[in-house]
């Protein structure tokens, strides 16, 4: 492919309209905020490398969770939230993005007194200053809950996102649960996570992210999510079954699959191996998601995808 062609098609995948629903805040920043984080706070002497994988390079999923603690030093004020989401927006805005979720863990910050209801606060601020700016993009909140905090914490999260669903008309519509897979048991944010059901909000569970799971991720599938996050495993014979792709296919709960970020944080080997063809195979809901994916895919998956999910958001 020469130069020019590639240009062409570059140009042609940025403008194809396209929804990202698996957008971590604090994992979606560029290079070029992040150079605006590191500049305002010198002190912590934090270089490129300690928060960026570059092209062709991995890291460990360990490694990964490690870098969002340095992400997490660089965004410790409702300013850096608020700076920090509305370049997402714009960045995802100017790819070609017209519907965004974002999901980020409420995050309390003694030094600079962020609590975690101005953090949500900071990134609601961005929404609609983004909207004010007419942006051409629809942006919606997943309040995170990071297993990491356990289950009380879990229940704070839920009784804050519950708060902000009925008071930002829909703004905030849901929860995810995330954070490291080896930290915690499902069973202990059940509960949490029944109650926001309960309440009306929207669940999307990172699940099976990681080898011999399988009871662990069949507790998190009877809750019915909305969505599943990577779902690595499920199929795979180190610790899948086929009563897991059983249950996600009679109960067609769609899979957010991020193939950049299984490969870089190498949960999966290699792009040919990842689990998205065995899933487009069996013609299972599933949308591509993490911007870095754009520029890589054929056009009718990507409209295949976004008409789903579209019909399922609505
Ligand atoms: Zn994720």
């Known amino acids: ?95 070609g993005v017209k519907y965004l979720e974002l999901r980020s863990t409420p995050r309390r910050e003694n030094a600079t007194g962020m609590t975690k209801k101005i953090y949500v606060e900071s990134i609601l601020e961005g929404i609609k200053q983004s909207k004010q700016e007419n942006l051409d993009i629809d942006v919606r909140y997943l309040i995170a809950i990071d297993r990491r905090g356990g289950p009380l914490v879990a229940k ?72 599943i996050g990577h779902g690595t495993y499920l199929n795979s014979g180190e610790g899948g079954s086929l009563d897991l792709v059983d249950f996600v296919r009679q109960h067609r709960i769609p899979l957010e699959l991020c193939l950049t970020s299984n490969v870089k944080s190498q949960t999966v080997p290699s792009y040919d191996q990842h689990h998205f063809g065995f899933w487009y195979s069996i013609a299972h809901p599933s949308v591509i998601c993490v911007r870095l994916m754009i520029r890589v895919f054929l056009q009718h998956i990507f409209l295949k995808s976004t008409i789903w999910q579209l019909k399922h958001l609505i």
Request: hydrophobic content about 35%; glycine content about 4%; proline content about 4%.
């Open 1 to 95: 492919m020469d130069a020019e062609e590639q240009l062409r098609k570059t140009d042609f995948y940025s403008e194809l309209p396209k929804v990202e629903l698996h957008a971590h805040l604090n994992g979606s920043i560029s290079s070029n905020t992040m150079k605006k984080l590191v500049a305002q706070k010198p002190d912590l002497h934090i270089h490129d490398q300690m928060t960026v994988i570059n092209k062709g390079k991995k890291r460990t999923l360990e490694e990964c969770f490690q870098m969002f603690q340095t992400i997490h030093q660089l965004t410790s004020s409702p300013e850096d939230i608020l700076m920090v989401t509305k370049d997402v927006i714009k960045e995802f805005a100017d790819d």
């Open 156 to 227: 704070e999260t839920v009784k804050l996102a519950e708060e902000f669903f009925l008071s930002t008309e829909g703004t905030v519509l849901g929860l995810d649960l995330s954070g490291d897979p080896t930290v915690g048991q499902a069973k202990d944010f059940l509960e949490p996570l029944l109650e926001a059901k309960k309440a009306g909000l929207k669940l999307a569970l990172h699940l099976s992210e990681i080898p011999n799971q399988n009871k662990e991720t069949q507790i998190l599938l009877d809750l019915l999510p909305d969505r």
